[in-house]
């Protein structure tokens, strides 16, 4: 029987040295990634097929990305010089309010804010508060229309009273009645601030503070006070909204640019009423002011003056007249008084003001 060849034993394999390993790294890197590509393909989507698909758009897809995760920025707020804005006057309101009453302000049918020039007046309009100004300034106008038909102020005061006394219980009533209220605001808003929407209306306490005036004091002195709350507020508030950023600021919404302007126009004021006003259409016997101003007794026989040497009149005496009528208007508008309405505040301590100058000089 033949004898079968023997199997030689497996060989036995070693790993190769770390050197040769190296040497097969390299030799072999040109050798295509071992792997399914179409898994690979599935799985992680390729720059080209990414901006193939965005090959419409011409921004760059940072600026897109960041745009889309930028916050909003917040609306900044509408100053206001009494009070805080509450946001029911303003013409941004009109966009999310269901009422239509703001487009009755233009017979366009394109929704608010397509015409960037119509917003921006109307905003303009609403933040420097144009109808109430005119209407404050108007009401010195006819004060002096007034005067120059000599009526007596004492014919005046009561038709204020009777028009103070319908016009508080309406103010009362649409505090009552909500209803009531957004129906007054929608008539009567664009005269009104954003604190009187849920506060009382300036009416009320501008016939108060002019009826005050008119009531108790001489007649010139009480014009002047109607005049200077007219004319001197407005000027306060008109140049504070413009400048009172860029001057120092004397209390918490008043500025020198508003006091500096309140003072110049009263300033003016005064002089046209007593150097062109009076002389034109005349005086009563109640007026304080004839023209001239003297020092006090007791102060010429303290110096050894004669009665006669502490006289000033003509233009020195309206010069001195009208810059103290400015200071007590500025003085006025500046105050702080219990924190009362300006409307009252600056007639009653500008009449004050005046009628003690004129008793001590006059």
Not at 223 to 241: E, H, K, N, P, Q
């Amino acid at each position: 029987m033949a004898q079968q060849p023997a199997i030689p034993p497996t060989p036995r394999v070693t790993e190769p040295t770390p050197a040769l390993a190296k040497s097969t790294d390299k030799q072999d890197s040109y050798f295509a990634p071992i792997g399914d590509p179409i898994a690979k393909r599935s799985a992680s989507p390729s720059k080209f097929s990414e901006d193939r698909a965005r090959a419409r758009s011409r921004s760059p897809k940072s600026i897109i990305t960041n745009a889309a995760q930028s916050p909003p920025l917040p609306k900044k707020p509408l100053p206001t010089t009494n009070g805080t804005p509450n946001g029911h006057l303003s013409p941004s309101s009109a966009e999310s309010s269901a009422s239509s009453y703001w487009r009755t302000f233009s017979r366009s049918p394109s929704p608010l804010g397509l015409i960037p020039i119509h917003r921006s007046f109307r905003t303009f309009i609403h933040r420097h508060e144009i109808p109430r100004k005119a209407l404050h300034v108007s009401i010195g106008f006819f004060t002096l229309s007034l005067y120059s038909r000599g009526i007596s102020q004492h014919s005046i005061h009561p038709w204020l009273l009777g028009a103070l006394v319908p016009i508080a219980s309406v103010d009362y009533l649409r505090h009552t009645f909500p209803s009531f209220n957004r129906l007054y605001i929608r008539v009567l808003g664009a005269l009104m601030r954003e604190s009187e929407v849920d506060g009382y209306n300036g009416v009320i306490w501008y016939l108060l503070g002019a009826w005050t005036v008119l009531r108790f004091l001489p007649k010139d002195v009480g014009v002047m006070s109607v005049v200077l709350l007219s004319w001197c507020d407005t000027a306060a508030s008109t140049f504070g909204r413009l400048y009172g950023r860029y001057t120092p600021r004397i209390r918490k919404g008043k500025s020198l640019a508003g006091s500096a302007a309140a003072m110049g126009v009263g300033i003016l004021t005064a002089g046209l009423f007593w150097g062109w006003a009076v002389p034109r259409f005349g005086h009563d016997e109640g007026f304080m002011f004839n023209g001239k101003l003297k020092v006090p007794r007791m102060v010429t026989d303290a110096v050894g003056w004669k009665s006669s040497e502490g006289v000033v009149g003509g233009w020195t005496a309206l010069s001195i007249v009208s810059i103290w009528s400015g200071f007590v208007a500025s003085a006025s508008e500046v105050v702080d008084l219990f924190g009362w309405d300006d409307n009252v505040v600056i007639p009653v301590l500008s009449g004050m003001g005046l009628w003690g100058f004129f008793k001590v000089f006059c």
